[in-house]
């Protein structure tokens, strides 16, 4: 019945983007004329994501290493020139140099929690690669040109960068790609894990729903452990399987045709209810929730998430910590004998090896049936 529900609904609400299109005066009256896409796309200019693109895009791929800034400078205008698709170029930041602020497995000399520290303790720019500027997930655009993207084989990131290409995880996406071949013969190329996604730089209240959608209060109230039953008004989610590349309806229906357990959305929700039910039998409170792209398994019910500081920041509830850090990642020792973590799993009937928990937990609202009360599967709590 679940599947049913989830591969049969046509009613995704589209997300509109806000601004108006400039005079049509202002073009000259051989411009339409052109039999193909005009996109800017000048060597000296640098195509940065703003606001104003999107709010949906397509990730493309991402770069970090000596070789990243001009890689990643090169695909864009690639993909503007040859393919004409608008593309951006995204920058952040991340450090794992400082020690984790997690509290770690017990304590120190002074009483003290330990610490947690990263495996690999570094600091780096990674730079994406995001295309489109699309104003809803639903357009015939989107998917045309996700499937462009995925199996196109732009010269920035072939031979030209083939010793010192920073593409990320660039060695296993070759690997793949000469093992897997699709029946039709079209092989995908190193942006084939290509997805849409939401434009990152505007803020979540964009994309927030006004209310639960009805759909998915329809697939997840009969469920026997359903997170709408959850009486609480936050849990903690401590695992996520993703289903689908996109959100459109045009992916569920292209479910149908696949036989029942294969697609990514099904296992999915196999692997939420399952170690929901593993859960349950060992005394925890679990429960989980499916949506149109991905499903997940939260633990715990509670009225608060924390209590306000002085300094003005919220000083999170004790028993929701204490969730966090029961199925957060625990400690590993690697093959050089430094220590590490991982992500734990859980003995679940039907998974030979388990089933994965998130790297790390983290408090969520419960959704509500509620108009008032608005919900997004990737709505989490300001960290």
Known sequence: MLRKMLVGSVLFTSLLATGAAGPASAAPPWATLVPFKRVDADPHKVYELTESNGPWLIMCTSFAGPTAEQQAHDLVLELRQRFKIEAYSFRQ???????????????????????????????????????????????????KTLDLIKHAKPASLGEKY????????????????????????????????????????????????????PFLVEINKDIEHSLLKCPGNYTVRVATFR?????????????????????????????????????????????????????MVTVGSFNEYGQPRADGK???????????????????????????VQARMEPAKGYRHGIPFDPQPWPVQVPRESAAAAYNQSQFLDR
């Open 243 to 295: 289903g689908v590349d996109t959100m459109k309806p045009a992916e569920f229906e292209r479910l149908t045709s696949e036989r029942k357990g294969d697609a990514k959305i099904d296992q999915a929700a196999m692997k939420a209810s399952a170690l929901c039910a593993a859960l349950r039998a060992r005394g925890v409170e679990a429960y989980e929730f499916h949506d149109r792209t991905e499903s």
């Open 162 to 213: 083939k010793d010192q290409s920073s593409q990320r995880f660039a060695g296993l996406r070759s690997f793949y790609r000469t093992v897997t071949l699709k029946a039709d013969n079209r092989q995908k190329g190193p942006m084939g894990a290509a997805f849409v996604t939401r434009n990152p730089l505007l803020p979540e209240e964009y994309f927030n729903a006004k209310g639960l959608d």
């Open 314 to 340: 919220i000083e999170i509830n004790p028993a929701i910590h204490r969730l966090m850090q029961e199925f957060g990642p625990v400690k590993r020792r690697m093959n050089d004998g430094s220590q590490g």
């Open 93 to 143: 930041t991340f450090d794992f140099s400082q020690p984790d602020p997690t509290d770690g497995i017990g304590f120190d000399q002074f009483g003290e929690r330990k610490k947690m520290r990263y495996l690999h303790p570094a600091k780096f720019d990674e730079i994406a690669v995001m295309a489109g500027n699309f104003a809803s997930v639903e357009g015939a655009d989107v998917d």
